[in-house]
C-alpha cells in the first residue's frame, strides 16, 4: 500500500486530514485520498464532517461523526451504541444512512467516530426565516402526511428482533415503566447541572411525579424526533438522522417531543408543520391508535424539562472548563425564555 497523500486537500483546519487519510486507507485496503473535508455542523453533543475520499473505484461521499466529550447530555449518549442503532435499523422499512465503520480510538481523530455513506437533499434549520417557508409549505403536501407517518413506522419497528434485538436487556425493567424513569433520569440531570435554584424546574418535576400515565404501548422510539433531523427530497424523506437518543419505551414520548412549544416557537404548526389536530389525525391512521391528551401532555413538560436541562448541562460545560464551544456559551442567555415556556405549560396543565 503506497503512502496517501493529502497536500492538495482542501479542508477545515478542524479536520485531522493525516489521520484520516491512514484510516481510509486501512479500511479500504488500499491508497486512498481525502479530496474535500469540511465541517458541516458543531452540534450539541457531537461534531459532522463532511468527506470525499477518492478511491480507485471513484470517489466515495461520506460522513464522519465525532463524538464530542464537552457536549450536552453527554451521559445520555454513546456513539457505539448510536452507531449500532444504525446499524441495525432495517433501511426498507425507515430511511436512514448507511453506517460502515466505527473507531473508538481516539487518537485518530480526537474521540471515538462512526463513518457514514452521504445522503444528498435539504436539512433545514426550522427556527430560521427560510426553514419555516420551507417547512409551512412542505406541510401542505405528501411530505408532511410522510412526516407522521415516518414516526408511526419507527413506533412498529421489531427492536426484539435482528440487529436492535441488543436494546431488549436495555429495556428489561425500563421499557415497560418509561415515565418514571425518565423523569427520575431527569431530576438527576438538573442536581448535576444546576448552577442555582431552579424551582420551576422543580415544579415541574413534582407534577410529572404526580401524574404519571398509564403506558398503553411499548415501542422503540427516536427520542428527538424533528424537521431539523430530516433529509428531505423533492417528494419523500431520504432520511432520519440523529438517532443517538434512540431506546425501547413509550411512544408517546416522541408525539410530545414533536408536539413541543420549543419545536414550534411563534407558530401554530407542529414541528412548524402541520395543525396538532392532523398530526393526530395523520398518527392514528397509519398506527392504529394515539396517546391519550393526559399522555400528551405529561411528555410535552417532560420534554421540555430535558430540553431546559440540555441547556443547563451546556451552560454547566463552558463554565467549568468541559468546553470552549461557543454555542453552548450561548444557551445561559436563553435559559429564561425555556423555564418561562415550561411555565406557561405547567399553568395550562
Known sequence: MGSPSHSEIKADAAIPVASLTEYFCERYGTTVTLVDAKVASEGMSDDTWMVDVETPTGVEELVVRRYRSGGALREETDSERHFRILRGIPSDQIPVPEAIWF?????????PFFVMRRVHGRIVVPWSNDGREFLAAAGRGVLGEQFVTTLADIHGLDWRAGGLEFLAAEAEGEGADDAAHRVAAMRAVVERYKLEPEPVLADALGWLEDNTPEQIRTGFIHGDYRTGNIVWGEDRINAVLDWEFARVGDPACDLGWLLCRTNRMGSDLACYMLERERVLELYHRHAGWVPSEQSLKFWEILELVRNTGLWL??????????????TLARWSYTLPNMRGMLLDALEEA
Open 103 to 111: 473507531e473508538s480510538e481516539p487518537a485518530v481523530a480526537g474521540g
Open 313 to 326: 448541562s451546556g451552560e454547566f460545560n463552558y463554565v467549568s472548563g468541559a468546553t470552549s464551544e461557543l
